[in-house]
C-alpha cells in the first residue's frame, strides 16, 4: 500500500572559490566569490531537490543529474528543480510545502529571500505560501563560519494525488 503523505530532507553544501558572485534559489546574489560545482552551484535547489526525491524515494540529484555528465556542466539549477518536479508529478505526488534553512556567514540575504521563494514556488507550481525560506549564520564556527562556503537543509511534505 502506498503511503498519501510523504516527508523528504535534502542536504547540499558547497565551498567558495574565485568568483564574484554565487546562485541561490535562482537568485544571482554578488559576492566576493563565487561556489565551486558542476553546474551553477544552487546549493538551495540542490537541497531542496535532495528533498524532493527522497521524499518518493527516487534517489538523489547526483543519480539523475551526475557531475560526471557533461550535459549539465553549468546547467541552471533551476531547470534541474523542475525536472525533478517532473518525476514527482510522474509518480503521482504533489508538493505541500518546503521549508528551507540556508548556513552562510556571508554575504547577507535577507534582500534576497523574497525572490528565492518566488523562483522554487513558480518551479514546483505551488503558492509562494508552500515556500519557506531562513538564513542564519553559525556565529563564526566550523566551515561555514570561516566563511569556506555554504550549507544548506531542506524539507518538504508530498501528497499522494493520483496513482495507486
Same mark, same amino acid.
Given at each position: 500500500?502506498?503511503?498519501?503523505?510523504?516527508?523528504?530532507?535534502?542536504? =547540499?553544501?558547497?565551498?567558495?572559490? =574565485?568568483? =564574484?558572485?554565487?546562485?541561490?534559489?535562482?537568485?544571482?546574489?554578488?559576492?566576493?566569490?563565487?561556489?565551486?560545482?558542476?553546474?551553477?552551484?544552487?546549493?538551495?535547489?540542490?537541497?531542496?531537490?535532495?528533498?524532493?526525491?527522497?521524499?518518493?524515494?527516487?534517489?538523489?540529484?547526483? #543519480?539523475?543529474?551526475?557531475?560526471?555528465?557533461?550535459?549539465?556542466?553549468?546547467?541552471?539549477?533551476?531547470?534541474?528543480?523542475?525536472?525533478?518536479?517532473?518525476?514527482?508529478?510522474?509518480?503521482?505526488?504533489?508538493?505541500?510545502?518546503?521549508?528551507?534553512?540556508?548556513?552562510?556567514?556571508?554575504?547577507?540575504?535577507?534582500?534576497?529571500?523574497?525572490?528565492?521563494?518566488?523562483?522554487?514556488?513558480?518551479?514546483?507550481?505551488?503558492?509562494?505560501?508552500?515556500?519557506?525560506?531562513?538564513?542564519?549564520?553559525?556565529?563564526?564556527?566550523?566551515?561555514?563560519?570561516?566563511? #569556506?562556503?555554504?550549507?544548506?537543509?531542506?524539507?518538504?511534505?508530498? #501528497?499522494?494525488?493520483?496513482?495507486?
Amino acid at each position: 500500500m502506498q503511503t498519501t503523505i510523504r516527508i523528504g530532507h535534502g542536504y =547540499d553544501v558547497h565551498a567558495f572559490c =574565485d568568483g =564574484d558572485s554565487i546562485v541561490l534559489g535562482g537568485c544571482r546574489i554578488p559576492h566576493h566569490s563565487g561556489l565551486k560545482a558542476h553546474s551553477d552551484g544552487d546549493v538551495l535547489c540542490h537541497a531542496v531537490c535532495d528533498a524532493l526525491l527522497g521524499s518518493v524515494a527516487l534517489g538523489d540529484i547526483g #543519480e539523475h543529474f551526475p557531475d560526471t555528465d557533461a550535459q549539465w556542466r553549468d546547467a541552471n539549477s533551476r531547470e534541474l528543480l523542475r525536472g525533478v518536479h517532473e518525476l514527482l508529478i510522474a509518480d503521482g505526488y504533489a508538493v505541500v510545502n518546503i521549508d528551507a534553512t540556508i548556513i552562510a556567514q556571508a554575504p547577507k540575504l535577507s534582500a534576497y529571500k523574497n525572490a528565492m521563494v518566488d523562483h522554487i514556488a513558480q518551479d514546483l507550481g505551488v503558492a509562494r505560501s508552500q515556500v519557506n525560506i531562513k538564513a542564519t549564520t553559525t556565529e563564526r564556527l566550523g566551515f561555514v563560519g570561516r566563511e #569556506e562556503g555554504i550549507a544548506v537543509y531542506a524539507v518538504c511534505l508530498v #501528497e499522494r494525488v493520483h496513482g495507486a
